[in-house]
């Protein structure tokens, strides 16, 4: 039986969660940090431990099978590869960023201007897409401090909280992409059988991250309401308790409209309101 490879971060931003995702699908490896290569004991698996900026060409060129990596990074590369899943974490966006002291109201203000970044292809594109002509300046690292140093008139660089802009004095301007982390995979592996069964297993854990478990206690009487606020994956379980005239409802709720709900139901008579995490949602 053949053996798939995945590659991920070997250390940085991206490296727990990919660990922390490939983990609750059930596979199990050793997370040395040492080691290049790590085998998975229970699933047809190598995890490759990885640079993330060779992640993208590794998945084109065939060497790893599977990859785990920003959309920035893959964009930036230029790289054919097949998106697989989008991940939810690693959330970032690349923004072109000014001085404070800048009072800029048009991007097309940039004209002219140069502006530093470790994403000069990306930054390219979306220059040329508005018409701007500016001069890319390219360094590989540390771009926040270029234009205190003179270096550069602004920045183009990845921004989560907007922290490191500001303790720089600088401010964002405009947003170039958003970015968060996704599986990707070589050209046409999205036929493959055992990819399929791992982008499944992705997928549940992922479903199951989104909901909540929601077990309720309610009088009969309310029971007609509160189904009705509970959008379960099918219809609530409904379950009678030893008190007559009570019973207590199991559902899943999605968690993003989750507080919401709650006083909702409470409003609507729901007592004893008990909310579990989900493993895994197979559907
Ligand atoms: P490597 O040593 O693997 O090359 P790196 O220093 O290039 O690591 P990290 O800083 O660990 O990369 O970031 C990895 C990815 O995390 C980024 O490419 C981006 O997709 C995502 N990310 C999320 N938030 C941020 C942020 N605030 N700054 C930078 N990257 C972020
Ligand atoms: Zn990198």
Known sequence: ????????QKSGRLNEKSVELLKNCGLNFENYKSSLISPVSNFPLEILFLRDDDIPEYVQDGIADLGIVGENVIQETEVEVSYLQRLGF????LKIAVPNTENYKDISELNGKSI???YPVILGKFLKAKGITSEIRTISGSVEISPGLGLSDAICDLV????TLKSNGLKPFANVMSSEAVLIGSKGSENDDLIKELIQRIQSVLRAKETKYVVLNAPKDSLAAITALLPGVKS?????LAEEGWVAVHTVIP???FWDRISQLKQAGAQGIVVMPIEKIIL
């Open 1 to 8: 039986m053949k053996t798939l490879k995945i590659a991920i």
């Open 90 to 93: 690693g959330r970032c966006s």
């Open 116 to 118: 530093a970044t470790t």
């Open 160 to 163: 989560s909280t907007g922290g």
């Open 236 to 240: 609530p379980s409904v379950v009678p």
């Open 255 to 257: 968690e993003r409209d």
